[in-house]
């Protein structure tokens, strides 16, 4: 008795200790739980638990419209820039390439087949570059006054070639040779020495290439019907006589690359263009001020969320004295926060430089395309995480979700079998068939197959020169569409359609549970408002209570 009453103090301090530990420990969870369940909440749940506007969610509406209608205004002036190169292109086939039909032959623009037409197509070049101020429609002009022709012949060194004979003998080391033709030169003397030089007797025995190149100017006005300010324009162009074959046909090439330029001095006397500049330019400021916004809400949104993932973890480890898993960790990382993120980033990038191309200080189009255009698909994609709230819509998440894992594992595997027919197809059909001669255009060829499409015209163009190979194709491309269409194919569909019935399943039977949704399980909305809300648009993302226990996606 005497220990007893001697420890009795101590024991009750302890065990006054231990329940005030006890009740801190239960008010750490019950707070956290609170904060858990809120931050899994949809934005209209949130509403009605804590009168908290959706903010993000209004933004990223605004933000799709406005996205969206830059991206149409942009696409429309790009559109412009597009239709002037390409009409061009075809400007400078007519003007410079002799007999050109209109139509391409092939990947190259026409051919000829004697040394006279040879002659004539090299000449027809620089006196078509003599007389372009007179015979262009368009307004193409010489780069400054010490441009001009550049003619390049490149040819292999002396040797002797006697066909009948079955005789060659011939250095293989090539050499080239070029000279200048100015414009202010085509009409004197001198250019006409030029032009009677040896440099145009050519020996096409060691012939290899012809090359003409030559740089002109060029202001689109049409764009001043868009009510946008003209751009300039300076177009390389590059004519090759290609007769690397020695075939007895010379392939003859028209490259023009366009650059576009700042125009140095120009003067539009319009008001309506420079009022609608200005328009345009500050409704991109808009767009950069709301993908700004968007930018800072989803950054906040993350850090708040791995602060809340770090107070999970570690109240687990306190009273469960286990760590919390890998899966429910990364239920606290929002995926669609990063895309947004990512799509915001894109759009303030690109938006600044549409102003300035707008403003005529840049012309990084391609740029400025590829950055709107992926920023769009990332904000478009993005709606589908507000449609996941809705049970129905939110199937086609969950099936992706479940499935990828299975599909790359899949394609990986599925993918050596078809490299091996890529590199089998090049190998041995390359020679007999215009779709099997490199391996971009054999591997672009299978996947047509692979989805049904040009599959007669396949079999059709193999040239029956040889047997052998005739009779390889008809078992190759009958083994690789058999493999590929009726077993591939349908096992990649069963994966995907497996996932979904196990979706299926799981919303009708209950979804696998994990620590953290056996966490929350038995939390209530104790403390929230649950009162209706008047606003409908509000009400029509209601949830029913049956939903609750479903797995969490971000």
């Given at each position: ?75 429309l002036s790009n559109q412009l820039v597009v239709s002037f190169k390409e009409e061009n292109t075809i400007a400078f086939k007519h003007l410079f390439l002799k007999g050109y039909s209109g139509v391409d032959e092939d990947d190259y623009s026409c051919s000829i087949y004697t040394q006279q037409d040879a002659y ?154 420079q009022k609608n500049t200005q328009y345009i330019l500050v409704f991109d400021g808009f767009v950069i001020l709301s993908c700004f916004a968007s930018l800072i809400l989803c950054t906040r949104s993350i850090v708040l969320a791995l602060r809340l993932q770090k107070r999970f973890v570690n109240f687990f480890l ?17 995926g669609w926060y990063v895309l947004v993120i990512i799509s915001d980033v894109m759009t303030i990038i690109g938006s600044i430089l549409k102003m300035e191309i707008k403003a005529k200080n840049l012309t990084s189009y391609d740029v400025c395309s590829i950055l709107l255009g992926t920023s769009t698909l990332f ?176």
């Amino acid at each position: 008795m005497e220990i007893s009453l001697k420890y009795l103090p101590g024991g009750r301090a302890a065990a006054g200790r231990n329940r005030m530990a006890q009740s801190d420990l239960d008010l750490k969870e019950m707070a956290l739980k609170e904060d858990l369940k809120f931050y899994f909440m949809n934005p209209c749940e949130k509403y009605r638990a804590r009168r908290q506007i959706p903010w993000k969610l209004a933004l990223q509406i605004l933000k799709i419209l406005m996205v969206t209608t830059q991206l149409i205004f942009f696409g429309l002036s790009n559109q412009l820039v597009v239709s002037f190169k390409e009409e061009n292109t075809i400007a400078f086939k007519h003007l410079f390439l002799k007999g050109y039909s209109g139509v391409d032959e092939d990947d190259y623009s026409c051919s000829i087949y004697t040394q006279q037409d040879a002659y004539d197509s090299i000449f027809y070049v620089i006196n078509q570059y003599r007389q372009l101020k007179n015979i262009s429609l368009g307004t193409l002009g010489y780069e400054h006054e010490g441009s001009g022709l550049k003619i390049c012949k490149q040819q292999y060194k002396k040797g002797a070639m006697l066909p009948s004979n079955d005789t060659l003998n011939i250095d293989v080391s090539t050499e080239t040779e070029c000279i200048f033709l100015k414009p202010q030169e085509l009409d004197g003397k001198k250019a006409e020495l030029k032009l009677n030089s040896s440099f145009f007797n050519l020996e096409f025995y060691r012939l290899i290439q012809v090359e003409i190149s030559f740089k002109l100017k060029g202001i689109a006005l049409q764009t001043i019907h868009a009510r946008e300010l003209p751009d300039c324009y300076a177009f390389q162009n590059t004519i090759t006589f290609n007769n690397r074959a020695h075939s007895g046909k010379i392939k003859i090439y028209l490259d023009s690359d366009t650059d576009i330029q700042e125009c140095k001095d120009w003067h539009v006397f319009s008001s309506v263009l420079q009022k609608n500049t200005q328009y345009i330019l500050v409704f991109d400021g808009f767009v950069i001020l709301s993908c700004f916004a968007s930018l800072i809400l989803c950054t906040r949104s993350i850090v708040l969320a791995l602060r809340l993932q770090k107070r999970f973890v570690n109240f687990f480890l306190e009273k469960y004295k286990r760590h919390v898993c890998h899966a429910d960790r990364l239920e606290f990382i929002n995926g669609w926060y990063v895309l947004v993120i990512i799509s915001d980033v894109m759009t303030i990038i690109g938006s600044i430089l549409k102003m300035e191309i707008k403003a005529k200080n840049l012309t990084s189009y391609d740029v400025c395309s590829i950055l709107l255009g992926t920023s769009t698909l990332f904000v478009w994609v993005g709606v589908i995480r507000y449609l996941g709230y809705f049970q129905t819509y939110n199937v086609l998440i969950l099936t992706m979700q479940a499935s990828l894992p299975k599909v790359l594992r899949f394609c990986c595997c599925a993918g050596m079998i078809y490299l091996g027919y890529t590199f089998c197809g090049w190998i041995v059909l390359g020679p007999y068939h215009e779709k099997f001669e490199d391996l971009n255009t054999v591997a672009e060829c299978l996947f047509s197959l692979v989805n049904g499409d040009d599959m007669f015209a396949t079999f059709a163009q193999i040239q029956q020169k040889s047997t052998l190979v005739w009779v390889f194709s008809r078992l190759y491309l009958y083994s690789f569409i058999s493999l590929f269409i009726y077993m591939i194919l349908s096992l990649f569909i069963a994966l995907i359609t497996d996932s979904y019935d196990t979706i299926k399943k799981y919303q009708q039977s209950g979804f696998p549970v994990t620590d953290l949704h056996e966490f929350l399980k038995d939390h209530g909305n104790v403390g929230y408002r649950k009162e209706q809300t008047s606003m409908p648009f509000i009400c029509c993302c209601r949830r029913q209570q049956s939903d609750d226990n479903l797995i969490l996606i971000n």
